[in-house]
């Protein structure tokens, strides 16, 4: 008998993946390695637990949903080594997690706060070597979006300034239980080394792309003129009757930088 009795709850965003071969999918995407530090946001029933534990032999999940965390720990006995956080993700410290080696986070994502996940998880990006993550296909196009496409927007340029981006394949709503009203993707996040992200103030970068992309239809010049001058935006090598979607991630940096350093 099954030991999750639990009907799914929406409000925590459960949508369990009942797809072996996209469950195999994934266990093949991430591919562990010995000596790999394995984290999974959301283990929900195990469906990329368990796989991943047996091919791997230790993880550890955080799950928020108490009701999981007994059936969890029942399941996994005998199995290998789990260690079960009990936590909001978003409140996790992932430095705290990862000790000496980078962890590797893999995750279905609850897709209701997968983009305040993401934003926390860059936060800790220097403790994180690479991430798996199942989220909306939507979510994972603006991810990848190129400067001119409808889609490109904050989270491009945030999540492609800070790493490599790669879409690696969609999964229709019948993979899962109950189905989500929309088409998943599963992406591979790597996050660039530090040094070679060249962001002199990431809080300024933020503010600027944030602020770039708070009214999409107006320039540039209008979106952050509470930042700076039209004539800044010119001395930084950028238009400044460009519209943020035009532009590429290179010269929200330039723009940033430039800013940073003018004098207090
Ligand atoms: N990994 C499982 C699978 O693929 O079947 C479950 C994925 S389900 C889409 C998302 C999981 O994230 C659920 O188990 C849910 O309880 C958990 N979750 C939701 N909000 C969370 C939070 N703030 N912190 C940690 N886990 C959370």
């Known amino acids: 008998m099954s030991h999750f009795k639990d009907p799914p709850k929406k409000q925590l965003g459960q949508h369990f993946l009942t797809d072996r071969n996209v469950i195999d999918q994934i266990v ?4 562990p390695q010995p000596g790999d530090t394995l984290v999974e946001i959301g283990p929900g029933q195990g469906a990329i637990t368990f796989p991943l534990l047996k091919k791997h032999g230790a993880l550890t999940v955080i799950e928020f949903d ?14 290998g080594d789990l260690t079960i956080v009990h936590k909001d993700v978003l409140k996790v410290d992932f430095g705290k997690l990862a000790g000496e080696e980078r962890i590797r986070l893999v995750g279905n ?3 209701n706060i997968s983009t305040p996940i993401l934003f926390h998880v860059l936060e800790h990006a220097e403790s994180v070597r690479d991430m798996h993550f199942m989220l909306q296909k939507e979510v994972v196009d603006r991810m990848a979006a190129d400067p001119g496409s ?10 492609q300034a800070t790493c490599e981006v790669t879409p690696l394949f969609d999964i229709g709503p019948l993979a899962f239980r109950p189905p989500p009203k929309v088409d998943s993707a599963v992406v591979r996040l790597v996050p660039k080394p530090a040094g070679s992200i060249g962001i002199d103030d990431p809080a300024l970068f933020e503010s600027l792309v944030r602020n770039a992309f708070g009214q999409r239809r107006k320039t540039l010049r209008n979106a952050v003129q509470q930042l700076c001058t039209g004539d800044e935006i010119l001395a930084a090598g950028l238009r400044p009757e ?12 330039a723009l940033a930088n430039y800013l940073a350093s003018r004098p207090a």
């Open 242 to 253: 460009a519209r943020a979607e035009q532009l590429e991630v290179a010269q929200f940096i």
């Open 66 to 79: 108490r009701d999981l965390i007994t059936p969890l720990m029942e399941v996994s006995e005998g199995h």
């Open 28 to 31: 093949r995407a991430v591919n």
């Open 150 to 159: 409808k889609v490109f927007g904050r989270l491009s340029v945030m999540l």
């Open 109 to 111: 994502l609850p897709y």
